[in-house]
């Protein structure tokens, strides 16, 4: 496994990490779909990820209601210091009023709740799993400094994020002095270049990490769709498409994909996670998995290193036309002299 600077800290994470929205949820629709991992899946799943030297784990409190940390919990009782725990708040988890959001009401009560599902006594990585509009972002930031004051989390992160919403929060953090968030968590993908506009350029000035969720796009990288259809009814991707992939472009993508991972004799998946990390601006690739022959596959696209030619090709299939002002800021030949 190799490892990267977590943003401004001196903290390193695995450079790729493991996610657990796949634990838990059985007899739920919705995370059946996902996964509904039982724990003995979900142990085997963390065993091999840890053997292979990931140290990073993501997990929710929304996950399956809960039970997604809960089981990490359990699972992590021997192997806690071996890992860096990443998880989120925001998302509603009861029908009270006041049972989700940024407040620090809920912030102080969703952070107990983790702590105890997740049978520690501090989180690693604490992230607003996105931006609450009621909020004042003071309160947010204020409440989970006391928290890590307290000891009760080591470092501060965002996802899902806009640029303008997290750039108001760093500045907010540096003019009252306070804990800022060292991570972004965002969707990044072959198939979803979005980020590229706005917020890589503000994570690589304001040195804060990338987490990328869903780095093959709810499996339609994995190889397992083409033009034809899926040769695996199974996958998540059959089931709900999410995050949206222009299809078109899509496919596209996945046939420069595979010309590339033959020359590799990699998968297309693996070929997939390695364009990310070569990005420079992903700190951390957080890929799910059922099984653990899958996981180990998807780890190892952290040794495939892909030529200028490969990057070339897949930047050139997947690239998607700048919005304005961008296009307007690409030009600078009124810059130069004459």
């Known amino acids: 496994m190799k490892f990267a600077q ?32 039982d724990e003995t899946a979900a142990d085997r799943l963390v065993g091999t990820a840890l053997d292979h030297g990931v140290n990073l784990i993501d997990t929710a409190d929304m996950y399956a209601g809960g039970e997604s940390e809960q089981m990490l919990g359990r699972i992590l009782t021997t192997r806690r210091d071996d890992v860096v725990l990443a998880t ?6 009861g ?31 604490y992230q607003i799993h996105t931006f609450d509009p009621i909020t004042p972002i003071e309160e947010t930031l204020r409440a989970l400094d006391d928290a890590v004051r307290q000891g009760k989390i080591r470092y501060l992160g965002a996802s899902n994020l806009a640029a303008w919403q997290l750039m108001k929060a760093l500045g907010t953090s540096d003019r009252l002095g306070l804990n800022r968030f060292q991570a972004s968590q965002s969707y990044y993908s072959l198939a979803g270049r979005d980020i590229e506009t ?6 690589l000035e304001e040195k804060v990490g990338l987490l990328v969720w869903s780095p ?10 083409d033009r034809d259809g899926t040769t695996d ?8 498409s999410n995050p949206p992939v222009d299809l078109e472009q899509g ?28 990005r420079p601006a ?10 653990p022959e899958q996981l180990t596959a998807n780890l190892a696209a952290v040794d495939l290193t892909l030529t200028p030619e490969d990057l070339s090709a897949l930047d050139e299939v997947s690239r998607t036309p700048l919005p304005y002002p961008h296009w307007m800021h690409a030009d600078m030949s009124w810059r130069h002299p004459a």
């Open 233 to 240: 009814t199974g996958a998540r991707r059959a089931k709900f």
């Open 198 to 203: 706005e917020l890589v350029p503000l994570l």
């Open 88 to 93: 989120k708040l925001a998302a509603r988890m």
């Open 216 to 225: 093959l796009a709810g499996g339609f990288l994995s190889g397992k769709f």
């Open 95 to 125: 029908p009270g009023p006041n049972q989700a959001g940024l407040t620090r009401h809920w912030i102080t009560k969703a952070l107990d709740d983790s702590l105890r599902r997740l049978r520690t006594d501090h989180i690693d990585l």
């Open 6 to 37: 977590l943003g401004a800290t001196g903290l390193y994470v695995s450079r790729i990490a493991l996610g657990t929205m796949s634990f838990g949820g059985a007899g739920s629709a919705q995370w059946e779909a996902i996964g509904a991992l």
């Open 251 to 278: 496919y596209d993508i996945v046939d420069v994909l595979r010309k590339v991972a033959d020359q590799h004799d990699a998968t297309v998946a693996q070929t997939a996670l390695a364009w990310l990390l070569a």
């Open 282 to 291: 992903v700190t951390s690739v957080i890929v799910g998995a059922k099984r």
